[in-house]
Structures are given as structure tokens and as C-alpha cells.
């Protein structure tokens, strides 16, 4: 086995970029048409309710990552609490959920240029996944520095949307249901929730991080809550200037919005910026699920997994995962079919999710008495903690929406 080891060198401020960046370019550039499909003028209330649930999570993965700062993620929290058959076996799904994640966004990526440049789409799934394996290749540091700067440009030209859309604000009814109702609206919440999976790719960032008991809980927590303000401002803005049966129908939904507001000058700003924030999705993607394969081959007893823990190269990273990881991603990127692709990858995460929280359940319950994590859920009966039971309640909701949206197309 290789004897280099991964190197501390992120800070805060590369933590909450990563968890802003791994979430923001995800669910609003790419799927935000296909959930207004769904619910409609209430889309905040969508994203609202996916973010509050994913949230709760974060609370498990916060205390999680505080006890366990390694670079496995959940597969190491369920190792801890369910054992290591257990967690390799749900390594496989935590492996899918990061992969198919990459591969819609990916998809989402190539409708976005499309606008500007005449390529066939599988050829740009192709080349802007093996694009991200490359910064990869170069290492945790230069990703941080390329996903830092594409998260600062993603955020700008979001700021600038709200900004031009607020004078639009109240001329449209946010609480009026279409024709699918509350169902439409939860339908919609399951769709968007694979936005989310960047919780899962952040904690894997933990054994690259200094005083990660620390600093991974407040990453996890404050990018969660920053993106659950940015995407509830930028649903309102885009039904409050768009129609949702045109927000719907259109590819690109934001840089329709852009055009409505800026003229074609603006739907082109808004593209080039659409393209950072989907690429350093799939970055970020790519990144935390080639330390999680790093990570179960460290733990296997399978030789030809050993390969995986080959840290090497210009940026001491694990090479070989990360080329696996992005020749999968090319694989369900060719599928073509964003929605489709997205409600795959969420049942992974909702199943990944799940497991998470019930494996701190667990974890609590086999060890009543021992010290507090760094970070420590509140609100505990007999040292259960009821928001994890929240989560887990919801995301059992959430998962019976998203086979729903899978099989029928619609609530």
C-alpha cells in the first residue's frame, strides 16, 4: 500500500467554499426548470423544504465529522456504528450517489453551452468531467483555488439576478398552487434534494483540513444555510419575472431569466457563469468521491482495491480513484436525460442520507455516557437526538416522492 498520506492544507474559508460550490451550481443551474414543472409558483417552497430536510442531516453529519475526521465520510460513520460489512456495502451506493451527481450536473453543463457553441453534447459530458479529473489530479489545493474562484463568480451572478428581479417582487402570487397542489410541491422538494449531495462530498475534505473537529462542523452548517437563503431568493426571483410553464420548457431556465431582464447580453453573462458553477459541481463531485474510494480500499482486505490508495503525482492525490471515478461519470453522463439522471442520484443520496442518520441514532444508542463530541446535536432525549428522527422521518417522505417523479414523470 502507498505510504504518502494526504496533505492538511484547507482552511475555513476553503471548507464553506466547497460546501457553497458543491451545492449552489447543482440545484439552481441545473434542475431549477424541472422542479417549477412540478410546483409551480410555490418552487421557494420546494427548495425551502428540500434545504430544511437536508439541513437536519447536516446536523448528523456535523457531529459525525467532529468525532470521525476522515476522509471516508459516511462510510466511516457507519463503519462506526454498524460495522464494516455494513459500510462497505453502502460504500457502493455512497460511490453511486457522488458519480450519477456528477453526471447530471455534467448534463446540465453541456444544455448551458449548447447556447453558445454547436457541439454535440456527449463530446462536452466528455470533456468537462475528464476536465475536473485533471484539476483533481492536480490536487485538493488547486480544485480549492479553482472551485474558490468559480463559487465567488457563481455567487456574483446570482446577486446581480436577485438584484435585478427584486423590483419584480409581489406582482406574483407565491402561494397560489397549480394544478398538482401540496403533492407537486413535495414532488419537487424530492427532485431538487440531489442538490444536496454536497454535504456527502464535503465531509470526505476531512483529512485534508486543519483542525477539522472543528472547522468541517461550521463548513457544513453555515453552506447549508447560506444555500438555503441563496436558493429561496433565486426561486422567487425566477416565477416572479418568468411564468413557470415557461421556466419549465426552457433549457437554461436562469439564462432566460437573464434575457427577460438584461437583454441577450445578459442570458450570455449569465451562461459563462452558469458554466463555472455546474463545473466546479462536478469537481467537487469527483473530488469527494475519489477520497471515499481511497478510503474503502484503505480499510479493504481486496487486493486489487489497493490500487485506489496510490497517492502520486504533481498534487499527492489518489489517481487512479479519481480517473475510476470519472470514467463512471462519463458512463451515466451519455444517458442524456437530466431528470431521469437526477432521481437516480437521489436515491442514492436519499439512501445514503437515511443511513447516516440512523447510524448516529445508533451510535448514540450504544454509547450513552461517553464524552461529547466537538459538536454535539441539541435537543436529546436519553441521548437521542430528535432532529436526527425529523430527518429521518422526512427523508423517507422525500425518498417514496422522488420513485414517484421516477416512475410516472409526474405527481
Given at each position: 500500500?502507498?505510504?504518502?498520506k494526504?496533505k492538511k492544507t484547507?482552511?475555513?474559508w476553503d471548507?464553506?467554499m466547497f460546501?457553497?460550490?458543491?451545492?449552489?451550481g447543482?440545484g439552481i443551474?441545473?434542475?431549477?426548470g424541472?422542479a417549477?414543472?412540478?410546483?409551480?409558483?410555490?418552487l421557494w417552497l420546494?427548495f425551502?423544504?428540500?434545504?430544511?430536510?437536508?439541513?437536519?442531516?447536516?446536523?448528523?453529519?456535523?457531529?459525525f465529522?467532529?468525532?470521525f475526521?476522515?476522509?471516508g465520510?459516511?462510510?466511516?460513520?457507519?463503519?462506526q456504528s454498524?460495522?464494516?460489512?455494513?459500510?462497505?456495502?453502502?460504500?457502493?451506493l455512497?460511490?453511486?450517489?457522488?458519480?450519477?451527481?456528477a453526471a447530471?450536473?455534467?448534463i446540465?453543463?453541456?444544455?448551458?453551452?449548447?447556447?453558445?457553441?454547436?457541439?454535440?453534447s456527449?463530446?462536452i459530458?466528455?470533456?468537462?468531467?475528464g476536465?475536473?479529473?485533471?484539476?483533481?489530479?492536480?490536487?485538493?489545493?488547486y480544485?480549492?483555488?479553482?472551485?474558490?474562484?468559480?463559487t465567488?463568480i457563481?455567487?456574483?451572478?446570482?446577486?446581480?439576478?436577485?438584484?435585478?428581479?427584486?423590483?419584480?417582487?409581489?406582482?406574483?402570487?407565491?402561494?397560489e398552487?397549480?394544478?398538482?397542489?401540496?403533492?407537486g410541491?413535495?414532488?419537487?422538494?424530492?427532485?431538487?434534494?440531489?442538490?444536496y449531495?454536497?454535504?456527502e462530498?464535503?465531509?470526505k475534505m476531512?483529512?485534508?483540513?486543519?483542525?477539522?473537529?472543528?472547522?468541517?462542523?461550521?463548513g457544513v452548517?453555515?453552506?447549508?444555510?447560506?444555500?438555503?437563503?441563496?436558493?429561496?431568493?433565486?426561486a422567487?426571483?425566477?416565477?416572479?419575472?418568468?411564468?413557470?410553464?415557461?421556466?419549465?420548457?426552457?433549457?437554461?431556465?436562469?439564462?432566460?431569466?437573464?434575457?427577460?431582464k438584461?437583454?441577450?447580453?445578459?442570458a450570455?453573462g449569465?451562461?459563462?457563469?452558469?458554466?463555472f458553477?455546474t463545473?466546479?459541481?462536478?469537481?467537487?463531485?469527483?473530488?469527494g468521491?475519489?477520497?471515499?474510494?481511497?478510503?474503502v480500499?484503505?480499510?479493504?482486505?481486496?487486493?486489487?482495491?489497493?490500487k485506489f490508495?496510490?497517492?502520486s503525482?504533481?498534487?499527492?492525490?489518489?489517481?487512479y480513484?479519481?480517473?475510476?471515478?470519472?470514467?463512471v461519470?462519463?458512463?451515466?453522463?451519455l444517458?442524456?436525460?437530466?431528470k431521469?439522471?437526477?432521481s437516480?442520484?437521489?436515491?442514492?443520496?436519499?439512501?445514503?442520507?437515511?443511513?447516516?442518520?440512523?447510524?448516529?441514532?445508533i451510535?448514540?444508542?450504544n454509547?450513552?455516557?461517553?464524552?461529547k463530541?466537538?459538536?454535539?446535536?441539541?435537543?436529546n432525549?436519553?441521548?437521542?437526538?430528535?432532529p436526527t428522527l425529523?430527518?429521518?422521518?422526512?427523508?423517507?417522505?422525500?425518498?417514496?416522492?422522488?420513485?414517484?417523479?421516477?416512475?410516472q414523470?409526474?405527481?
Amino acid at each position: 500500500m502507498e505510504k504518502r498520506k494526504l496533505k492538511k492544507t484547507l482552511g475555513l474559508w476553503d471548507i464553506l467554499m466547497f460546501g457553497i460550490g458543491g451545492m449552489v451550481g447543482a440545484g439552481i443551474y441545473a434542475i431549477v426548470g424541472e422542479a417549477a414543472a412540478l410546483s409551480g409558483n410555490m418552487l421557494w417552497l420546494s427548495f425551502a423544504i428540500a434545504a430544511c430536510v437536508a439541513l437536519l442531516t447536516g446536523l448528523s453529519y456535523a457531529e459525525f465529522v467532529s468525532r470521525f475526521p476522515d476522509s471516508g465520510g459516511s462510510f466511516e460513520y457507519i463503519k462506526q456504528s454498524l460495522g464494516h460489512k455494513t459500510a462497505l456495502l453502502m460504500s457502493v451506493l455512497m460511490m453511486f450517489t457522488g458519480v450519477v451527481a456528477a453526471a447530471a450536473i455534467a448534463i446540465s453543463f453541456a444544455s448551458y453551452l449548447t447556447r453558445l457553441l454547436e457541439f454535440p453534447s456527449w463530446i462536452i459530458v466528455i470533456a468537462i468531467i475528464g476536465l475536473m479529473a485533471l484539476f483533481n489530479i492536480f490536487g485538493a489545493k488547486y480544485s480549492s483555488y479553482y472551485n474558490s474562484i468559480a463559487t465567488i463568480i457563481t455567487l456574483l451572478g446570482l446577486a446581480v439576478i436577485i438584484a435585478v428581479c427584486i423590483p419584480e417582487f409581489g406582482n406574483t402570487d407565491l402561494t397560489e398552487f397549480n394544478n398538482f397542489g401540496w403533492n407537486g410541491i413535495v414532488a419537487s422538494s424530492a427532485l431538487i434534494f440531489f442538490s444536496y449531495v454536497g454535504f456527502e462530498d464535503l465531509v470526505k475534505m476531512a483529512e485534508e483540513t486543519k483542525n477539522a473537529e472543528k472547522v468541517m462542523p461550521k463548513g457544513v452548517l453555515l453552506s447549508g444555510v447560506a444555500v438555503l437563503i441563496i436558493y429561496v431568493l433565486i426561486a422567487i426571483s425566477a416565477v416572479s419575472v418568468l411564468d413557470w410553464n415557461k421556466l419549465a420548457q426552457t433549457g437554461g431556465p436562469l439564462a432566460a431569466v437573464a434575457q427577460t431582464k438584461l437583454g441577450t447580453i445578459g442570458a450570455t453573462g449569465l451562461v459563462v457563469i452558469a458554466l463555472f458553477a455546474t463545473s466546479k459541481t462536478i469537481l467537487s463531485n469527483i473530488l469527494g468521491t475519489s477520497r471515499l474510494l481511497y478510503d474503502v480500499a484503505r480499510d479493504s482486505d481486496i487486493a486489487w482495491l489497493k490500487k485506489f490508495t496510490t497517492i502520486s503525482g504533481i498534487g499527492n492525490a489518489p489517481n487512479y480513484a479519481i480517473i475510476a471515478i470519472a470514467l463512471v461519470a462519463i458512463a451515466f453522463g451519455l444517458l442524456g436525460d437530466l431528470k431521469l439522471v437526477a432521481s437516480i442520484s437521489n436515491i442514492f443520496i436519499f439512501i445514503v442520507f437515511g443511513m447516516v442518520n440512523f447510524s448516529l441514532l445508533i451510535y448514540r444508542s450504544n454509547h450513552r455516557g461517553e464524552k461529547k463530541a466537538p459538536f454535539h446535536i441539541p435537543l436529546n432525549i436519553k441521548n437521542i437526538p430528535i432532529p436526527t428522527l425529523f430527518a429521518l422521518a422526512a427523508i423517507l417522505i422525500l425518498f417514496g416522492y422522488n420513485i414517484y417523479n421516477l416512475t410516472q414523470g409526474s405527481p
